[in-house]
């Protein structure tokens, strides 16, 4: 018979094999919170993947520990590659990674800027990923400094105000 005229479950086959999520080129710096974040993504998904092992015959609950497994290889990949920073010990009057930035932009505007790996970079929290164009232009800067972060919409200069670590 051929297989055109078989009829098989759609979800039996749909999925399964989940592309791997791609990993930076870039080096793997992270701050000691970075890599506890790291570690606490791999302890989630053991328990989400053990909450879905007693339902592994389903084709869907199968896709999903695929997807788990999946991301669960990604951040395994990402701790090996880790080069961990102390920026407690970095020099104080230089932005570096790991610094937590103070600006001023021209309207005077305070915001404060976290430099972090790219794991750990979230914008909502103030957290921005060394790769950044706006990490970019705060790095090498001391206090006082005037730095050009290159925006699409224009430039925009901001004054570094304080730098903590």
Do not use: C
Request: aromatic share 6%; net charge negative; no cysteine.
């Amino acid at each position: 018979m051929s297989r055109a005229f078989v009829k098989e479950n759609d979800l039996e086959h749909a999925g399964i094999d989940i592309p791997e999520r791609p990993l930076s080129d870039e080096p793997n710096y992270v701050t000691p919170n970075g890599l506890k974040l790291l570690n606490a993504q791999i302890d989630a998904l053991e328990i989400e993947r053990g909450a879905l092992k007693n339902k592994k015959d389903d084709p869907i609950t199968k896709q999903k520990i695929a997807m788990i497994e999946r991301d669960m290889r990604y951040y395994a990949a990402r701790i090996e590659s880790a080069i961990l920073t102390s920026p407690k010990e970095e020099d104080h009057s230089t932005v570096l990674f790991g610094a937590k930035v103070t600006v001023e932009d021209e309207e005077g505007k305070l915001t404060t800027y976290e430099i972090v790996g790219e794991d750990e970079a979230d914008i909502h929290q103030g957290k921005v990923s060394y790769l950044s164009p706006l990490a970019e232009a705060l790095i090498g800067a001391k206090l006082n400094d005037e730095v050009t972060w290159q925006k699409p919409m224009g430039d925009t200069y901001l004054t570094i105000q304080k730098i903590e670590y």
